[in-house]
């Protein structure tokens, strides 16, 4: 892409990190991006309340997608300098301001080219939780979108290299809290109460056994909160409960798995006379690239003379594109930070500005290819 293009994204970029907002909270970060491909393109821009979508339509072509996301983690941000986060407790520590600059790239670059075919840009919100792809996949149905791609930065991977995958990229993730709900009593005369507390710990140490029997399916289980009580030494507390994030490689075996742990706390509590609520939340189902797809970022990558590195494994790490690859046709694929660059979801990390053409340069790439 062109320098003035390229400072232009990187403005913006620095905007969007300077005023990030959490997930289904994108208010101004929509409304920035919205007025910048309005000043800047001749897309038409269409509003549909917490997500939007930018797109040159061609009667009767095949339509591509391109899809960023843009909200912001619950992180401090801990490095100084001069568009750091203006929001307490609140920082791009994900890149999802990069994706979405550099989505605006391809807005630009898309009004220097012959568009042959219909394409349509999605930013869309709460990928951090996995609302949002849910919502913004309708779109493909709707607009018989039947190709769709997307990026993620990555760290530890050369700088501006492309990483793909066929089939498998990253994988099911799903939280799962399970309350136990007893009879609170003074601390002196805990047998005239229910303490949960017996039947947390049983569950946390069968739990271990549980993953050995599914390690066959690569499931990981991974405690993230218990509650229990409050610190007052006079109180046998009558509730508590336990949050857990379930992944697995497939969405079957994380449902079987989740299944399994909630039958062994629903028996914990029968035997404890205790009552037990399950809720589910920030559900993500596995992510996979098509062969032809990713072979077109392949292809799109050779072209431009960037090196393309063939992953070797599936990443742990959950991400909503998964939602629309369920749908059509796609591929995700990750350009690299930088071996030693900062990672993801830390406190040090920032995008990195210099793979921004890149990540535009392919995008644009794979309109070009699928255009032609």
């Known amino acids: 892409m062109n320098t003035e293009n390229l400072q232009k994204i990187i403005a913006l970029r620095h905007e969007l990190h300077e005023y990030p907002e959490l997930s289904m909270n994108e208010t101004q970060t929509k409304r920035r991006l919205m007025s910048f491909l309005e000043a800047n393109t001749k897309l038409a821009v269409i509003d549909c309340g917490k997500w939007f979508y930018a797109s040159h339509y061609v009667e009767g072509t095949k339509a591509i997608a391109f899809r960023a996301d843009m909200d912001?983690?619950?992180?401090?941000?801990?490095?100084?300098?001069?568009?750091?986060?203006?929001?307490?407790?609140?920082?791009?520590?994900?890149?999802?301001?990069?994706?979405?600059?550099?989505?605006?790239?391809?807005?630009?670059?898309?009004?220097?080219?012959?568009?042959?075919?219909?394409?349509?840009?999605?930013?869309?919100?709460?990928?951090?939780?996995?609302?949002?792809?849910?919502?913004?996949a309708n779109l493909l149905r709707e607009r018989s979108i039947s190709e769709i791609y997307a990026f993620h930065n990555w760290s530890g991977w050369p700088e501006k290299s492309i990483v793909?995958?066929?089939?498998?990229?990253?994988?099911?993730?799903?939280?799962?809290?399970?309350?136990?709900?007893?009879?609170?009593?003074?601390?002196?005369?805990?047998?005239?109460?229910?303490?949960?507390?017996?039947?947390?710990?049983?569950?946390?140490?069968?739990?271990?056994?549980?993953k050995q029997k599914y390690s066959y399916r690569k499931i990981l289980c991974t405690i993230i909160n218990i509650k229990l009580g409050e610190k007052n030494f006079g109180i046998s507390p009558g509730e508590g409960e336990i949050?857990?994030?379930?992944?697995?490689?497939r969405e079957d075996d994380m449902r079987t798995f989740r299944n399994a742990v909630v039958k062994l706390a629903e028996n914990l509590a029968r035997e404890s006379s205790l009552q037990v609520e399950v809720s589910s939340c920030d559900y993500f189902p596995e992510t996979l690239?098509?062969?032809?797809?990713?072979?077109?970022?392949?292809?799109?990558?050779?072209?431009?003379?960037?090196?393309?590195?063939?992953?070797?494994?599936?990443?742990?790490?959950?991400?909503?594109?998964?939602?629309?690859?369920?749908?059509?046709?796609?591929?995700?694929?990750?350009?690299?930070?930088?071996?030693?660059?900062?990672?993801?979801?830390?406190?040090?990390?920032?995008?990195?500005?210099?793979?921004l053409a890149s990540s535009v340069d392919v995008f644009t790439e794979i309109y070009r290819q699928f255009a032609s």
């Open 164 to 210: 793909v995958r066929e089939g498998l990229c990253q994988c099911s993730s799903a939280g799962l809290t399970i309350k136990f709900k007893g009879k609170t009593s003074h601390a002196s005369e805990p047998e005239k109460g229910i303490n949960p507390a017996y039947s947390i710990a049983k569950l946390i140490s069968e739990i271990e056994t549980f």
């Open 72 to 136: 912001a983690l619950p992180i401090d941000e801990n490095i100084n300098f001069p568009y750091a986060s203006r929001n307490p407790g609140v920082s791009h520590k994900c890149g999802h301001d990069g994706h979405c600059a550099a989505l605006c790239g391809l807005g630009l670059e898309l009004e220097n080219i012959d568009i042959k075919r219909s394409v349509y840009l999605i930013f869309q919100h709460a990928e951090e939780t996995g609302q949002g792809a849910r919502e913004c």
């Open 289 to 355: 690239s098509d062969k032809a797809c990713v072979e077109r970022v392949r292809t799109a990558a050779k072209n431009l003379g960037l090196k393309v590195i063939d992953m070797p494994e599936a990443i742990k790490a959950s991400e909503d594109f998964g939602f629309y690859t369920k749908q059509i046709h796609g591929a995700i694929f990750y350009v690299g930070n930088g071996e030693n660059y900062p990672a993801i979801h830390t406190g040090n990390y920032d995008f990195n500005d210099e793979i």
């Open 243 to 249: 949050s857990l994030t379930l992944r697995a490689e």
